[in-house]
Every structure is written in structure tokens, then in C-alpha cells.
């Protein structure tokens, strides 16, 4: 893109610091980091550099990075889903197909895409209110059994 700022090695690092300091404990190369962020605007990983952090350090398989990622932005993507249907069973269901998508996909996860353009949690809010809504319309296709009969 013409005109767009990316990262030059002293951003890239300061970025890295202040998502290790937010992230306490999670653990991500200084290499693997550096590696990702070369390509991204600056504006975005001065604004969303410890979000990165963490996207990156769960696709990177740090096991307390998916824990934050679980109790610190997936769980909390659920309030738009509860909007859509309460039921804890299909708010669960959600939940384990996004986190599936996100950190598996079908060979490629999709939270590589995630570019720090806004907050994670805004992002994977989205994914999961988008999985819910093509949940729900499957669910309504489908033939409905009629009572006792």
C-alpha cells in the first residue's frame, strides 16, 4: 500500500516489549515476533501490539497464552452470541467452533489474519456473532419433527 507506514526494528521491538509486560508469563520468540510484525503498520502495533502478542504466542502453541485467550477474549465474544441465542449449549457450541477456526482452521487458523487493525476481542466478538448467525440459519433449514407425531 502506498503511503502506509510499516515498522521498522526499534517499533517492532517496543511493540514486542509492552505485549510481553501485558501479558505476563506468555512467552513469545523475540524472532517469531519480529517476523509477523515486519509486515504490519505501524499504526496498528503501536495501538494493538499486545493483542498481536498474545494472537501470536496461541498460534505459536504457548499453553498459558491460550488460557488468557480463552478467559480474555473468547468467553467475553460470547455476549453477542447470548444476544442471538441464550442457551448455554449452543453458546458452548460457538465458542468451540470459533476457538477451532481460530486456532486450527483447515490447515491455516484464521487469527493469522488478524492484523491488530482493532482489539482482539472486538475481532473475535465478530467471528463469533457471524459463527452463531450461520449456526442459527443451518439450524432453520433444517426439516422440523412435529410433537407426537
Same mark, same amino acid.
Not at 489474519?113 to 452463531?132: E, N
Given at each position: 500500500?502506498?503511503?502506509?507506514?510499516?515498522?521498522?526494528?526499534?517499533?517492532?521491538?517496543?511493540?514486542?516489549?509492552?505485549?510481553?509486560? +501485558? *501479558? @505476563?508469563?506468555?512467552?513469545?520468540?523475540?524472532?517469531?515476533?519480529?517476523?509477523?510484525?515486519? &509486515?504490519?503498520? #505501524?499504526?496498528?502495533?503501536?495501538? *494493538?501490539?499486545?493483542?498481536?502478542?498474545?494472537?501470536?504466542?496461541?498460534? &505459536?502453541?504457548? !499453553?498459558? %497464552?491460550?488460557?488468557?485467550?480463552?478467559?480474555?477474549?473468547?468467553?467475553?465474544?460470547?455476549?453477542?452470541?447470548?444476544?442471538?441465542?441464550?442457551? !448455554?449449549?449452543?453458546?458452548?457450541?460457538?465458542?468451540?467452533?470459533?476457538? +477451532?477456526?481460530?486456532? #486450527?482452521?483447515?490447515?491455516? @487458523?484464521?487469527?493469522?489474519?488478524?492484523?491488530?487493525?482493532? !482489539?482482539?476481542? %472486538?475481532? #473475535?466478538?465478530? &467471528?463469533? #456473532?457471524?459463527?452463531?448467525?450461520?449456526?442459527?440459519? +443451518?439450524?432453520?433449514?433444517?426439516? *422440523?419433527?412435529?410433537?407426537?407425531?
Amino acid at each position: 500500500m502506498a503511503g502506509v507506514s510499516v515498522a521498522d526494528a526499534e517499533q517492532i521491538e517496543r511493540a514486542r516489549t509492552a505485549g510481553a509486560a +501485558a *501479558h @505476563p508469563g506468555v512467552t513469545l520468540a523475540a524472532e517469531a515476533f519480529a517476523a509477523r510484525a515486519g &509486515a504490519l503498520e #505501524v499504526a496498528a502495533l503501536e495501538a *494493538h501490539g499486545a493483542d498481536l502478542y498474545l494472537a501470536w504466542a496461541c498460534l &505459536a502453541g504457548d !499453553p498459558i %497464552a491460550l488460557r488468557r485467550f480463552d478467559d480474555g477474549v473468547l468467553r467475553p465474544a460470547s455476549d453477542g452470541v447470548r444476544a442471538i441465542d441464550r442457551s !448455554p449449549a449452543f453458546v458452548d457450541e460457538v465458542q468451540q467452533r470459533v476457538r +477451532a477456526h481460530l486456532l #486450527v482452521g483447515d490447515g491455516s @487458523p484464521r487469527l493469522a489474519d488478524y492484523a491488530g487493525r482493532g !482489539p482482539l476481542r %472486538a475481532w #473475535v466478538a465478530v &467471528a463469533a #456473532v457471524r459463527t452463531a448467525l450461520m449456526m442459527r440459519r +443451518a439450524q432453520g433449514r433444517k426439516p *422440523h419433527e412435529r410433537a407426537g407425531g
